[in-house]
């Protein structure tokens, strides 16, 4: 009888045991399943971005954001948004710049590309909110920074034509395309650094190549456009994201969203939505 009842004891242990092993190959075969459809997924988005960038088309999974108007008009803070990211000071001119994480990935393959032939390219200008455009423009409305050498407060009274004079050479806020952290400026915003050897080079590599990676260059010469900005070889776009903003921007941006900066009444007397905002290169639109 004793005999039977350690026979008894013994077996219990090793069921339990045998209960707590299967249960521990369970939780991790359900562990391995699950790093597997993690690795899966993100290899998924992953090809996802690379798509867009390879058809330039955008992408469907745009967050919600983007077709907001305070976005669109730039009245957010990208360090505080978890859809932007910080530039590393390794594709930069300066620090503290921010851009969308798709643009920056495309940039960065971009960035390789070029060094791989040669070329230089670097980020001196990226995402600039409604208030950093605006601290720009009022600036050169209010004449605390010269325009083509002029205080234009002193010089022209006019404010149309004054307004005119600063979107040669910059947006008002609530226009930019800087605002949605698709686009930058490279290397130098000088016309004079791209008619020097080193300039034509980059700009003719990124004007054979930058398409490859997603980048567009929206203004492009004025002989390819009626009105808008100067030329700016500089200026390159991620069209994935870019070309969804600017059709969002066109159905839902009025000049009553435009205001709240010195000289915001000139927005619809030139009629800078149509002028500017949509006057660009063709192949960006």
């Known amino acids: 009888m004793t005999t039977i009842n350690i026979k008894m004891k013994i077996f219990k242990s090793s069921s339990i045991y045998i209960i707590v092993l299967l249960v521990l190959m369970i939780v991790y075969y359900l562990i391995l399943q699950k790093d597997k459809f993690n690795r899966t997924k993100n290899i998924a988005i992953t090809a996802q971005t690379d798509t867009a960038v390879a058809n330039n088309k955008p992408k469907t999974n745009i967050f919600d954001t983007a077709v907001s108007i305070a976005f669109l008009t730039g ?3 990208p360090s505080k948004d978890t859809s932007f990211t910080l530039i590393d000071s390794e594709y930069a001119g300066k620090s503290d710049m921010y851009l969308l994480r798709d643009t920056y990935k495309a940039f960065i393959k971009m960035f390789y590309a070029a060094q791989h032939d040669g070329v230089k390219i670097f980020i001196i200008s ?11 423009w009022e600036q050169k409305w209010n004449g605390s920074r010269f325009v083509d050498g002029k205080n234009l ?3 022209i009274n006019d404010p149309v034509k004054r307004a005119e004079m600063i979107l040669k050479y910059s947006s008002m806020p609530g226009i930019s395309r800087h605002h949605w952290g698709t686009d930058i400026d490279l290397n130098s915003m000088d016309d004079k650094y ?3 050897p080193v300039g034509i080079k980059v700009y003719d590599w990124l004007c054979s190549n930058a398409s490859k990676y997603g980048f567009c260059n929206p203004f492009n010469s004025k002989n390819d456009r009626p009105n808008g900005y100067d030329e700016e070889k500089w200026h390159w776009s991620y069209m994935p994201l870019a070309k969804n903003f600017l059709h969002e921007y066109e159905k839902k941006i009025t000049y009553s969203d435009i205001t709240g900066f010195a000289g915001h009444e000139t927005a619809s007397k030139l009629q800078v939505i149509n002028n500017y905002v949509l006057c660009i290169n063709k192949e960006c639109q």
């Open 194 to 196: 791209f008619a020097t």
């Open 75 to 77: 009245k957010f803070n």
């Open 153 to 155: 407060a002193t010089t």
């Open 126 to 136: 990226a995402t600039r909110n409604f208030n950093y455009q605006k601290n720009i």
